[in-house]
Nanobody, 129 residues
Framework: QVQLVESGGGLVQAGGSLRLSCAASGRTFTFSRYAMGWFRQAPGKEREFVAAISWSATNTYYADSAKGRFTTSRDNAKNTVYLQMNSLKPDDTAVYYC????????????????????WGQGTQVTVSS
């Protein structure tokens, strides 16, 4: 059984920063083989793509809303992926989810939710104005 557990969410003022973590576990899941994605869902809105990072961490991909403010990274030795969020805005308020790619060693990162198989339970990020 694969588990993805997000942490690091909370309440922050506009302009502040948060660092989200997503720890992966599971006997049959080799974290280092899979690209990882970050998504978010704001109240009343559909879940949307935020960022992705390749299995080797050599490639990253960001939604326009995240470019220049968010950075994703990973530590394969710790089975953990991170999302550093700076210059936060009230529009960034959402539940943030991490997800694992359906394929191993994917070379081109994708934003479609259907291409991600395992999902975490989410962590709430609230940005006050």
């Amino acid at each position: 059984q694969v588990q993805l557990v997000e942490s690091g969410g909370g309440l922050v003022q506009a302009g502040g920063s948060l660092r989200l973590s997503c720890a992966a576990s599971g006997r049959t899941f080799t974290f280092s083989r899979y690209a990882m994605g970050w998504f978010r869902q704001a109240p009343g809105k559909e879940r949307e793509f935020v960022a992705a990072i390749s299995w080797s961490a050599t490639n990253t991909y960001y939604a326009d809303s995240a470019k220049g403010r968010f950075t994703t990274s990973r530590d394969n030795a710790k089975n953990t992926v991170y999302l550093q969020m700076n210059s936060l805005k009230p529009d960034d308020t959402a539940v943030y989810y991490c997800a694992a790619d359906t394929r191993v060693y994917r070379s081109v990162l994708v934003r479609q939710q259907s291409e991600y198989y395992y999902w975490g339970q989410g962590t709430q990020v609230t940005v006050s104005s």
